[in-house]
C-alpha cells in the first residue's frame, strides 16, 4: 500500500512510461445567479475512477468535525460556505453545504482534496486501464467547482435560503410552541363550568337555588290541620 507522496511518484512514473497526457475536463455550465445564499446537495466522491486515475473506494474516506473542513471554490482562496452534512449512501459521499459565495453559488460540481493513507495501483502494464484505487484517506477540503475530476460529483439539489440563522428560526419555532401551549392552556381553563355560587352565612337567610319537589312544599295533613278545617264560620 502507498501513501500520499509515494502514490503521487507512481502516478508520474507510470503517465510517463505510457505516454499518457492528464485527461482534459471541459467546464460544465454554471448554474444561473442568485441574490442571496444557497443551500447545496450533490456527491462529491465515489468509487468512479475519475480523470486522475483514482477511485475511492466506498466509505475510505473519513474526516473530523465539519466546521474543521473548508469550503472552497476551485481548491483556491477563502471560504465561500460552510459545510453542513458528509455521509455515505450507497457507496457514494454526499454532502450538503451552505454557500454564502455568490460566484460559488453557481458552481455545478464537487471536488475534494484528501490526504491519502492507503492505496494500490491497479493494472500498471496497461496504458488506457491503468488507475489507483484508493482504500484510505483523509478529507482536507471540499470545493465548489465547474470542472469535476469525478463525472459523479455533481450538484443535484440546490435552494435559496434567507438571511435568517438556523439558531433564530429553532428559537422562533420554540417561542411559537410557548405561545401555543399558553393558548390551549387558557382556552381549556376558559370551558371549564363555573363552579356554583357559595352559600354565605349571616343574618341574611340562605338562598336556595332550583326548585323544589311538589312533596317537599305541600303542606302535611295532621290532627290540628283536620280540627280546624271542621270548625263552623260566621256568627
Same mark, same amino acid.
Given at each position: ?29 454554471? %448554474?444561473?445567479? =442568485? ?12 468509487? =468512479? ?7 475511492? +473506494? ?22 465561500v460556505g460552510k459545510i453542513l452534512r458528509l455521509d455515505y449512501v450507497d457507496g457514494e459521499l454526499q454532502v450538503e453545504a451552505k454557500v454564502d459565495d455568490l460566484l460559488a453559488a453557481q ?44 463525472? +459523479? ?10 438571511? =435568517? =440563522? ?9 417561542? %411559537? ?5 399558553? %393558548? ?15 352559600? +354565605? ?35
Amino acid at each position: 500500500m502507498m501513501r500520499g507522496a509515494a502514490l503521487k511518484a507512481e502516478y508520474a512514473r507510470l503517465m510517463h512510461l505510457h505516454r499518457c497526457r492528464p485527461i482534459l475536463r471541459e467546464p460544465l455550465p454554471l %448554474f444561473e445567479a =442568485t441574490s442571496g445564499p444557497v443551500v447545496v446537495e450533490g456527491v462529491c466522491s465515489s468509487s =468512479t475512477i475519475d480523470a486522475e486515475r483514482m477511485s475511492f +473506494k466506498a466509505n475510505s474516506l473519513s474526516w473530523g468535525a465539519l466546521d474543521t473542513i473548508p469550503l472552497l471554490l476551485r481548491h483556491a482562496g477563502e471560504s465561500v460556505g460552510k459545510i453542513l452534512r458528509l455521509d455515505y449512501v450507497d457507496g457514494e459521499l454526499q454532502v450538503e453545504a451552505k454557500v454564502d459565495d455568490l460566484l460559488a453559488a453557481q458552481m455545478p460540481a464537487f471536488s475534494i482534496a484528501a490526504t491519502v493513507l492507503a492505496a494500490e495501483t491497479i493494472s500498471a502494464d496497461s496504458p488506457a486501464g491503468f488507475h489507483f484505487t484508493i482504500h484510505r484517506a483523509v478529507i482536507d477540503e471540499v470545493s465548489l467547482t465547474d470542472k469535476p475530476s469525478n463525472p +459523479k460529483s455533481l450538484i443535484v439539489s440546490r435552494r435559496d435560503v434567507q438571511s =435568517t =440563522t438556523y439558531d433564530d428560526v429553532i428559537a422562533s419555532i420554540n417561542r %411559537f410552541r410557548g405561545g401555543l401551549e399558553a %393558548f390551549i392552556a387558557s382556552t381549556v381553563k376558559a370551558s371549564e363550568p363555573a363552579p356554583p355560587p357559595a352559600l +354565605k352565612v349571616g343574618t341574611s337567610a340562605p338562598r336556595i337555588y332550583g326548585k323544589l319537589p311538589a312533596a317537599m312544599i305541600a303542606p302535611r295533613r295532621n290532627s290540628f290541620r283536620d280540627l280546624v278545617a271542621h270548625l263552623p264560620i260566621g256568627g
